[in-house]
């Protein structure tokens, strides 16, 4: 390597600010939509992390009331219908449906149990896709980043191509710097999915957990009203 071509290349700035404004239109947009996913799914990772914390928090205060030999109703009057927590809005709406199914002289309306086990569902149904929002997000930053950094390579060596073509130059410190702003977008890419991917599949887990739980505790209050209705 010559002294001008030496000094060239020690002159170039390879920061990552330096490679982003070096870029061609095409790859700057793309590496900025990766970093607008990377930023988003970090904040829904963090929102869905405290969301989940909250509601295992609150299923577990909710389920020490329930199994702790008040009476139902008490319980109910105490949380009202429209309660915050999910457990306490499952258990109000089997509660509801089970006042509603009976009539004004003490009977029950026919079809009560599947009436209270379908107001329970849909509830469950409710808490479990809000839990579950935004996860879709993840899974696709997580699935589609890599390729959509992989353009942006693919883009910018093409370009850098196009630079050799022009100046009739291939010597390293001139192939290098389009190369170098090229593969900044893969590495962004990847920036972006791999910590999707990775706490897409924690918090979908942790999700389902909690919803697991949610339908246990259906299952066991419609087996305690159950035994109501079959006395």
Known sequence: MDTTTLAHAQALDFSMLALFMRATITVKFVMILLLLASFWSWAIIIQKHIGLRRARGEAGIFDRAFWSGEPLDELFEKIGSQPDGASEKIFAAGMLEWRRSHRQDGGLIAGAQARIDRSMDVAIAKEGEELNRGLAFLA????????????????????????????????????????????????????????????????NADSERVVSGYEAFADEFATILSRQLDA
């Open 140 to 203: 696709t930053v997580g699935s589609t980043a890599p390729f959509v950094g992989l353009f942006g390579t693919v883009w910018g060596i093409k370009h850098a191509f196009e630079q050799i073509a022009i100046s009739q130059n291939t010597n390293l410190a001139v192939v290098a710097p389009g190369i170098a702003e090229a593969l900044l977008s893969t590495g962004l890419g990847l920036l972006a999915a791999i910590p999707a991917v990775i706490f897409y599949n924690k918090l």
